[in-house]
């Protein structure tokens, strides 16, 4: 949307959350990202999917809304996340299915019945692995570094004995410009409970964002901001108490008191986002072949 709107478009976004980027960030960045869509000219539509887009002569000419009103268009934008095709891994016997292929700390991918194999790697956007900081839940992440980090591992523990291989533990990070904004996050904003604006406020447009989780930081966002974001990675790394203790300088605008993060549940959400918490292995029900 800001892309179209900085070169003059009309733009309507359909979205079936609650606002934008809230799968990824959470309530209160969301509805930062719904203010600012709406005060730059986007008709954004939240609570509500497309049900059609309508073409005449193979050409595009509109789209239906599931609360019924319609739009006339010339382009359709669709961005509904990714999923990963491991179609061709159906046969294999692993922990394969359409959210990647779970695998250890060390890359080593599990077959399907949870068994580590110690001959098929996995690494970057098709890799399902769990995370210690995060309480070992099995992440998926769509991040390059995070790709070229991860087969840096994988490569070592490929030619290394069981006691020499390394666990993959990348503080997962991503950034976005949205409208002049630079919103950068480390962590995982989902892996939340709450959240409290550590830094400035969402009124100014600039501010740090942080996270926690059973009282502990787990992730931190920062709006135009980012210098501080080295400092909450090693929050995060430390499993420091949440929430974190005031800083020296920059103090909250608002009250700095936590509120709930207000991550919607995954199943309820269009979109995925960059970083998904994708659960337990393996990624998909089994029936169970006993051997006698
Ligand atoms: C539109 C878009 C924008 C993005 N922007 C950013 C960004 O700004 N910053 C960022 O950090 N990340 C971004 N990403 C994510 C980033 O591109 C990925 O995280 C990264 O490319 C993952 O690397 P990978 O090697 O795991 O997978 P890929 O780069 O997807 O490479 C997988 C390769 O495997 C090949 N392949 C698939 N099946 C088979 C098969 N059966 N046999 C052989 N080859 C096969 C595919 O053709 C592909 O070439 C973006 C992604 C998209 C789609």
Redo the contacts with the bound molecule.
Sequence with gaps: APACRERGFEVTVAERGPSPLVGALGGALGSLAATLQRAHGVDLRCGVTVTALKGSKGRLTGAEFSDGSRIEADIAVVALG?VR?TE?LADAGLAAGPRGVACDAGCRAFNMYGIVTDDVFV?????RFPHPLFEYQILA???????VAQ?EVAAHNMVSPGPRRRPHLTVPA??SSQFGLNIKSVGVPTFSDQVVIAQGSLRERRLVAVYGYRGRVTAAVSVNRAKWLEHYQGLIETAAPFPPAPGASDPPNGSGVPVPSDVPSPQTLSHGP?VALTGHLPDRRLTLVRHD
């Design positions: 990714a095709n061709w690494a970057g956007d098709v890799a992440l769509e991040h390059w570094g995070n790709a087969a991503f950034w960059t």
